[in-house]
């Protein structure tokens, strides 16, 4: 069978990547192994293509090239999965217009999401929303896929990945409507782990850090609950309490929006309280875009209302 072709704008795109990266079209040539005037066609094709003729690089002191600003949008593109590289996809890379490739939390989505949209609304830009769990936002931000990302405390520093902390949460213990806690324990101001011995228990997957954190905190404790149910999200989470008449310990995300009513709610009671981060991740080096910046200012003021409200 012979070797699959690659389609011929990501051809283009070898050749741009190429020339990025030597710094100069004969170096991008003798990379590739082709005469310069095949780097410079190739350049030249995409430009048309994806650009309408606009300039990708520019020649610096040395006749050193340089990215233009559409170039550098388009060149971070390229860290994407080859798969994904459609012309598109690239179009949108290279676009002029005001765009946010924002990446949220599940969970955060449902609490944070309409307000960030009303700021890029307002401002006219163009948001491309994705979701995933920590380590999926953490990659997408690193080969920057992603302008932004919002989630909870994000596992040890990583490589090309600046985070910012915006508000701590403290854990509390949810209880669904059925549930043998509100009887025995509807009085208490806080519960302590040991109280849910025995309980059936909703946990969250155990590639989710509150999952290992509830295990250590039976384990310390030496309590065993009966897990009924694992769950990713609180967008599924107050149903499996609610089926399962259970209980979970989870982030109080009260300050943020509260709580259905059905639902029974204490302050979990620890030695050593522990805390969740809300926390935005950018790529390593500068500011980042305005976009990036408007969509920043605007969670600063929300999240600081918050934390007013809290001491207040």
Not at 41 to 69: C, Q, S
Not at 111 to 126: C, M, N, P, T
Not at 234 to 250: G, K, M, N, P
């Amino acid at each position: 069978m012979p070797p699959r072709k690659l389609p011929r704008h990501l051809v283009w795109l070898e050749s741009f990547a190429a020339a990025v990266e030597s710094g100069s079209l004969e170096g991008a040539a003798e990379h590739l192994g082709v005469a310069r005037s095949v780097v410079s066609e190739h350049i030249r094709a995409l430009e048309e293509a994806l650009a309408d003729g606009k300039p990708l690089l520019d020649r610096g002191p040395g006749r050193r090239l340089h990215l233009t600003t559409r170039g550098e949008r388009l060149y971070e593109g390229t860290q994407t999965p080859l798969h994904q590289l459609d012309l598109k996809r690239l179009r949108d890379l290279a676009s002029a217009e005001a765009r946010l490739r924002l990446g949220l939390n599940p969970t955060l989505s449902n609490f944070l999401l309409a307000g960030i949209a009303e700021d890029v609304a307002r401002a006219d830009i163009k948001l491309e929303v994705s979701f995933g769990g920590t380590f999926e936002l953490v990659r997408q931000v690193q080969t920057r896929q992603l302008d932004l990302a919002v989630d909870f405390t994000p596992l040890p520093p990583h490589r090309g990945v600046e985070a910012e902390s915006l508000l701590h949460l403290p854990f509390v213990v949810l209880a669904g409507p059925g549930s043998e806690l509100p009887p025995r324990h509807g009085a208490r101001r806080a519960l302590h782990v040991r109280d849910l011995e025995g309980q059936p228990f909703v946990d969250w997957q155990r590639d989710d850090p509150y999952g290992g954190a509830n295990s250590a905190r039976f384990a310390a404790h030496d309590v065993t609950v009966r897990e009924v149910s694992r769950v990713q999200s609180f967008i599924h989470l107050f149903d499996l309490l609610r089926a399962y008449r259970a209980c979970a310990i989870a982030p109080d995300l009260r300050p943020l929006r509260p709580f259905p009513e059905d639902l029974s709610v204490w302050p979990l009671r620890e030695e050593q309280p522990q805390f969740v981060e809300v926390v935005t991740l950018r790529p390593t080096g500068g500011p980042g875009s305005e976009a990036a910046q408007l969509v920043l200012g605007g969670l600063h003021r929300r999240l600081i209302s918050v934390k007013r409200r809290k001491i207040e």
